[in-house]
């Protein structure tokens, strides 16, 4: 008698990412943001985004806008992830008044649980303010972006798209503040790459009361890779954006 054969199906990885935008002290300044009623005291902000971040358990985090101390705070705070960092040539200049930062300058970061490689790390050509980091971990290639708010992001995102091709075969996620809504990332980025549907209800991602832009410019794009959820969570006011996570598969 043969000896029966039970073929099982391979079941596919999961990864969890997160993406926000921590808002620079000297733009929360410079453009009087709302957070400065709330968090007056920027070591006090800088303690609560640590924590709120120490908190996550996303196995990627993606963060724009980080000032030298919040990024001196992340990796005291957190001994067990891999933080990686891109330091703009740019900082962030204040129009009035002292700067209440050691550090002033502002980088693009990513946090990963587990193992990981740096594949990229990059200002745009026509923005020293705005760039692309890009990390190989767990079989992902994961590129973290703050893209400019004007038509500079035509070229910018046709570069995030050559970046996200690489290494070939491998499948990529885009994590940022893209500054713009959906379409016209998806327009640019071109076939292959899919914006993450958030559901009906969901927070916007940069809120406003007042002006005619979209108020979900933060996003997930994923090439090669599927999405079983996402959401956006409120950050109490600790920033101008609140945070957007996805449950990813492969």
Same mark, same amino acid.
């Given at each position: %008698?043969? =000896? ?22 000297? !733009?929360a ?17 800088? /303690?609560?985004?640590t924590?709120? #971040? ?25 001994? *067990?992830?891999?933080v990686h ?19 002033? +300058? ?7 649980d ?7 790390a990059?200002?745009f ?11 190989? /971990?767990?079989g %992902? ?8 708010g ?7 995102? &046709?570069? #995030? =798209?050559?970046? &996200? ?8 996620? #885009?994590?940022?503040?893209?500054n ?13 790459? =899919? ?5 009906? *209800?969901?927070?916007? /991602? ?12 933060? !996003? ?5 890779? +599927?999405?079983?959820? =996402?959401?956006?969570?409120? /950050?109490? *006011?600790?920033?101008? !954006? ?9």
């Open positions: %008698m043969k =000896a029966s054969v039970r073929l099982v199906a391979a079941q596919p990885s999961v990864m969890t990412v997160a993406s926000w935008n921590v808002l620079h002290r000297v !733009h300044e410079n453009w009087d943001e709302d957070v400065l009623v709330r968090c007056p005291d920027e070591s006090g902000r800088i /303690t609560a985004v924590a709120l #971040l120490k908190g996550r358990d996303e196995q990627v985090i993606a963060l724009q806008e980080v000032s030298g101390d919040q990024l001196d705070a992340l990796r005291g705070a957190l001994p *067990g992830r891999t960092a891109l330091r703009y040539p740019r900082v962030p200049a204040q129009r009035r008044g002292t700067c209440s930062l050691r550090e002033p +300058g502002e980088h693009l970061v990513l946090l990963v587990g193992p990981s490689r740096q594949i990229a990059e200002s050509e026509d923005d020293s303010g705005k760039g692309a980091l890009a990390v190989e /971990t767990d %992902m290639l994961v590129v973290a972006t703050h893209v400019s004007d038509q500079r992001r035509t070229g910018q995102l &046709a570069r #995030l =798209a050559e970046l &996200a091709a690489t290494p070939a075969g491998c499948p990529a996620v #885009l994590l940022g503040d893209f713009t809504g959906r379409a016209t990332v998806v327009s640019v980025l071109g076939p292959g790459f =899919a914006v993450v549907d958030l559901p009906p *209800g969901a927070l916007p /991602t940069r809120p406003h009361t007042s002006g005619s832009a979209s108020q979900w410019i933060d !996003h997930v794009v994923v090439r090669g890779a +599927g999405v079983s959820s =996402a959401a956006v969570e409120s /950050t109490d *006011g600790l920033s101008d !954006h609140n945070l957007i996570r996805a449950r990813l598969t492969v």
